[in-house]
């Protein structure tokens, strides 16, 4: 099984470019999230999706944006890179219900330089 | 808004032993879930455990127990046995119920770091 699967791994941008960060999940799972983690730290919510259509703010939302079109797919865009956005970025999924656990992927460590 | 407090920002332990890891969280909702993930050095993150707040007993899965104090609002993390593969950063974590209504969003500390000594 997949899971939740993030593309790309790697990435380095220069101040001011644009990229989308893409995830998908194939367990159906109704919620979809996007963290960021910066060293040393936890991880901070910048948005996330309760189903096809619905989207709302996290914690840091600012200089990014997200769309739900599909259940599967939670893209990140992320506008006019500053260097503050530096960091690893994590999707994740879980079904409905407060105590299901989130499924993660692996991952994308961006530089904005 | 809810928040997560964990107090040790490194820990270590010898092989073999115990070790608790601290977590104390913010909160006026009655109905919540507590969390504890294991993040290695693949930076996958991996559940530990799950407590429920409407549950007094305490979560064991094999060697790892949480100590959970509703009043205290606290949950600490007990590792037995200590193995070199429990070596990774632990985040504790906070969720609110849908019976509160929320968003069911899942909060996170910022982390202990566990070194396991052989």
């Known amino acids: 099984n997949a899971g939740v699967t993030q593309t790309p791994k790697f990435r380095i941008l220069k101040i001011g470019q644009s990229m989308t960060l893409q995830c998908t999940q194939d367990m159906n799972h109704n919620y979809m999230y996007w963290y960021r983690q910066d060293p040393g730290m936890g991880l901070k919510l910048i948005y996330y999706s309760v189903g096809a259509g619905i989207t709302d703010k996290g914690e840091v939302p600012n200089g990014y944006n997200v769309s739900r079109s599909t259940t599967e797919d939670f893209p990140l865009r992320l506008e006019l890179a500053a260097p503050s956005q530096t960091s690893v970025y994590f999707c994740?999924?879980?079904?409905?219900?407060?105590?299901?656990?989130?499924?993660f992927g692996s991952g994308t460590q961006l530089s904005v330089l | 808004a809810q928040t997560v407090t964990q107090s040790q920002p490194e820990m270590s332990v010898q092989e073999a032993e115990t070790v608790t890891l601290s977590c104390t969280y913010d909160?006026?909702?009655?109905?919540?879930?507590l969390f504890w993930y294991k993040q290695p050095p693949s930076r996958q993150m991996i559940l530990v455990i799950r407590?429920?707040?409407?549950?007094?007993q305490n979560a064991t899965e094999n060697r790892f127990s949480v100590n959970f104090q509703k009043a205290a609002k606290s949950f600490s993390l007990k590792i037995s046995d200590s193995q070199l593969g429990d070596a990774a950063m632990y985040f504790c974590?906070?969720?609110?119920?849908?019976?509160?209504?929320?968003?069911?969003?899942?909060?996170f500390g910022k982390g202990t770091k566990l070194t396991v000594n052989p």
């Open positions: 994740a999924s879980s079904p409905p219900g407060s105590n299901e656990k989130l499924f």
């Open positions: 974590a906070y969720r609110t119920s849908s019976t509160q209504g929320g968003s069911e969003k899942l909060v």
């Open positions: 909160t006026s909702e009655s109905d919540y879930y």
């Open positions: 407590q429920e707040a409407y549950k007094q």
